[in-house]
């Protein structure tokens, strides 16, 4: 590859980074509090096929049916149909599917229209047996789909979303095989080599080649990071230990941590999907007024799918209060240090952690040359390091906020982080194609005394969550996926 070629190539990989770089902010994007409704008569959606939905196998896929009476079931359980107002409403009764890269659904996502059939919102769930909850994400905006199904040349497009979040359109092919004429939501034409699905396993191989790597902190930087840890955490023995063990981390360790984080949510699913199995006829042949109603024999159900747990949503009032008077944009490693600092002390050190990322991990020179090695294979982005996040944000802040730099895996520990001691937790997940921090501050739970599910109300530069919405209303917080990495802040 001549030098020319070589530059654009690298220019062209920093655009597809964007996401974990330099975001324009727009502000379509910067507010993200709960939109006001849609009431729009003329909006067409690209509802599915009914005999394509049913074409599909029912060990892997839900029917699209019993999923929407399941969805209700549980936006009336777990209060999202009251929070979001939507107590009367109707919900569209074919879905929009959104299908994977082996062409199977992925997710289903009915609207919702209020008394006078205007469409108000929508629900994405889930479309496989994958999760212990049928509901993704509720929202209070419909999406934009023939937007998106314009971008394609072919008569019969479908939307995709994969393994990390990313959206594509294409042709469907049959079940279990890649769709073709694939175009990515930019409108950008995506080799057939690079329309992969990962699963399971897959992706847990993919992060620890790719990610966990650049996770682990440097061996020459141990000791500095973790002499760091301030002393009002050390005389807490629990985290004393989680220190110490922490110490020892390694990819493999790590890689270990995904695997139990992927097994509990296996496990977690097959308890959901078999406490509903023995009701699934009852539920197709249920009207919505009965499942609303809560009748006898559905009050039972109720009781034994979802027994009552701590649903209240517990959050750091001072990263809320905060929100509105920190910058937006820039680089999210940089930014969310930044933010973590200013909410602490007020002083805006942005442009300290900017000129410090890539200085600890692969940093310099070197740091170049890995990059214009790996144009095509390497997920990490410009990115800052968590052995950096934890080192410089501890000096930024004047001492007051330690960042445990080693991932992870389980939403619980994030959970506990933000429930009973008071403190963020930072994401590790995907935005635009790429590897993005977002930061943690609130949190719920729903499910029952064999599963549970963990939601977040989060924030980040605005190149994935934007501004979060109102932390006392459920509809703030979101699901997030079993394989992204947690690190834990003291403040």
């Not at 009914?50 to 599909?56: H, I």
């Not at 659904?105 to 919702?112: A, E, G, L, S």
């Not at 042709?171 to 992969?196: F, L, M, N, T």
């Not at 620890?208 to 840890?229: G, H, M, R, S």
Request: with cysteine; aromatic share 14%.
């Amino acid at each position: 590859m001549n030098k020319i070629k070589l530059l654009s190539a690298f220019i062209l990989m920093l655009g597809y980074l964007g996401s974990c770089t330099k975001d324009v902010v727009e502000p379509k994007i910067i507010d993200q509090k709960i939109e006001s409704s849609q009431k729009d008569y003329s909006v067409a959606f690209p509802f599915s096929n009914k005999e394509d939905l049913r074409s599909f196998n029912l060990e892997r896929v839900v029917d699209f049916e019993l999923a929407r009476k399941i969805m209700i079931l549980e936006l009336k359980e777990t209060g999202f149909m009251s929070d979001m107002n939507w107590n009367g409403c109707e919900f569209s009764k074919l879905p929009v599917a959104i299908y994977d890269l082996k062409s199977m659904p992925r997710f289903y996502d009915y609207i919702v229209y209020d008394a006078e059939k205007i469409p108000i919102g929508t629900v994405r769930t889930y479309a496989k047996r994958e999760h212990s909850t049928i509901i993704e994400g509720v929202y209070s905006h419909t999406f934009k789909y023939n937007e998106l199904l314009t971008k394609s040349s072919s008569t019969t497009p479908s939307l995709f979303i994969d393994w990390k979040g990313s959206q594509y359109i294409g042709v469907k092919s049959k079940a279990g095989e890649r769709p073709v004429d694939v175009i990515s939501e930019e409108g950008i034409p995506v080799k057939q080599s690079e329309v992969q699905e990962l699963e399971g396993m897959d992706i847990v191989n993919h992060m620890a080649e790719k990610v966990l790597p650049d996770l682990v902190l440097p061996e020459d930087k141990k000791t500095e990071v973790f002499n760091n840890v301030p002393s009002s955490i050390l005389e807490n023995k629990e985290l004393l230990e989680e220190i110490n063990i922490s110490k020892s981390s390694t990819v493999q360790s790590m890689k270990d941590s995904m695997v139990l984080s992927l097994e509990k949510t296996q496990k977690e699913a097959e308890a959901y999907w078999n406490s509903l199995s023995e009701h699934e006829k009852d539920l197709l042949e249920a009207s919505d007024d009965e499942i609303i109603s809560d009748s006898k024999f559905l009050g039972r159900l109720f009781r034994r799918i979802f027994s009552r747990v701590d649903r209240s949503p517990h959050y750091i009032w001072k990263y809320d209060n905060n929100k509105e008077k920190y910058r937006r944009g820039g680089d999210c490693g940089p930014w969310l240090c930044g933010y973590l600092v200013h909410t602490n002390t007020r002083v805006d050190k942005y442009d300290y952690f900017e000129k410090r990322a890539s200085t600890i991990g692969l940093g310099g020179f070197g740091y170049l040359f890995y990059k214009v090695a790996h144009l095509f294979d390497d997920d990490f982005g410009n990115p800052m390091y968590p052995s950096e996040m934890s080192l410089y944000t501890f000096i930024a802040s004047d001492y007051k906020v330690w960042i445990n730099p080693v991932p992870l895996f389980q939403d619980l520990c994030a959970y506990d982080q933000i429930k009973h001691y008071g403190k963020p937790a930072i994401r590790l997940c995907a935005a635009g194609g790429s590897l993005h921090w977002v930061l943690a501050y609130g949190t719920r739970q729903t499910g029952s005394w064999f599963w549970r599910n963990y939601y977040f109300i989060q924030i980040d530069n605005g190149g994935k969550v934007g501004i979060p919405g109102d932390p006392e209303e459920n509809s703030s917080y979101k699901k997030v996926d079993w394989w992204n990495p947690w690190l834990m802040v003291w403040d």
